[in-house]
């Protein structure tokens, strides 16, 4: 049954206007979150790119340009994988108010050796979980300026398969990289779930809501050169995938949805209709361990802990 009413039909490609509306995806310059920023784009919202690297977000602003006539878009610089640079970042954009933020950047390692961020993080833990646990800190005060802010976080498919190791969070230990990214993302989505739960006991009129891309390939994507462009080989090789996968201009459509859907509500998990993989977006139901109650607590006390944060995350004494 679809999660959608009957007079409600959402359409991906004839999304409803945002006008008036501010939007920061981080990671906005490439992969997911590039689709993500050029569909919010369309509807008329400023759309605020997150990245670190001042070319690569030149290269994806001129590509949304062109592909969205009057696109009211523009560059932070921002990476979350340094946490002392978080507040100066925030204060530089300069807007009134954050209709929502989508968690996206993220790194995945494919190989040891074992990385750390410049705050002495591993990696992929550091980037993908802690610094964007940090960065809703910071947004706090302009989310809740707008009138119905939300927070979205982008988690993965590799989460359904992970447990965190709560006594080794970080992978010091025994750190095997497709295992620490699975962690890493399940470890957002607990976050994800826990914010929701902590802003409905505050009144807060901020939603946290959490969606994951299903299968989205690089070779079954539409091309955006210089940025994404794959060969026909490539693409014609990809071909089999595209019974269970989809590009990532289409695995941005579940956060699209999660961000621009008025019936969306906090809490809930949204991914692609079959078999979480691919299609258009939907309603999932959140499996247990991503919602539990427990670990959550312990992550988000540790999460606190190494990152410098006040448990309230800015959210207390929200309207």
């Keep these: 049954m679809s999660s959608a009413t009957p007079h409600h039909a959402w359409d991906v490609h004839r999304l409803p206007s945002a006008e008036g509306k501010n939007f920061l995806v981080t990671g906005g310059n490439a992969g997911i979150g590039y689709f993500v920023a050029e569909q919010l784009a369309a509807t008329g919202a400023l759309v605020v790119l997150g990245s670190r690297d001042p070319a690569r977000a030149d290269a994806a602003l001129a590509s949304l340009r062109s592909r969205v006539p009057g696109a009211r878009v523009r560059h932070l610089r921002l990476d979350v994988a340094a946490l002392s640079s978080l507040k100066a970042a925030v204060d530089a954009l300069d807007l009134g108010h954050l209709d929502a933020v989508v968690h996206n950047a993220g790194v995945a390692l494919d190989a040891p050796p074992r990385r750390e961020t410049v705050d002495g993080h591993e990696m992929m ?16 005060p302009l989310l809740s300026a707008a009138p119905a802010g939300r927070v979205v976080t982008t988690g993965s498919f590799a989460a359904r398969s992970e447990r965190l190791d709560l006594d080794d969070l970080e992978s010091t230990r025994d750190y095997r990289p497709k295992r620490t990214y699975g962690r890493s993302k399940l470890a957002q989505m607990s976050f994800g779930f826990a914010l929701d739960r902590r802003l409905r006991a505050v009144g807060s009129t901020v939603l946290s809501v959490v969606a994951h891309p299903g299968g989205a390939l690089d070779p079954l994507t539409p091309p955006r050169p210089p940025m994404t462009a794959s060969t026909p080989g490539q693409r014609l090789r990809a071909l089999p995938a595209g019974l269970l996968a989809q590009g990532k201009d289409a695995g941005a459509w579940p956060t699209v949805r999660a961000v621009l859907d008025p019936e969306v509500r906090g809490g809930e998990l949204w991914g692609p209709r079959f078999f979480g993989l691919r299609g258009t977006p939907r309603r999932e139901p959140v499996p247990a361990h991503m919602a539990d109650p427990e670990v959550a607590a312990r992550l988000w006390d540790a999460s606190c802990a190494l990152t410098g944060s006040d448990p309230h995350l800015g959210f207390s004494g929200d309207r």
């Design 125 to 140: 833990f550091g980037t993908n979980h802690l610094g964007h646990f940090a960065l809703t800190r910071h947004l706090a």
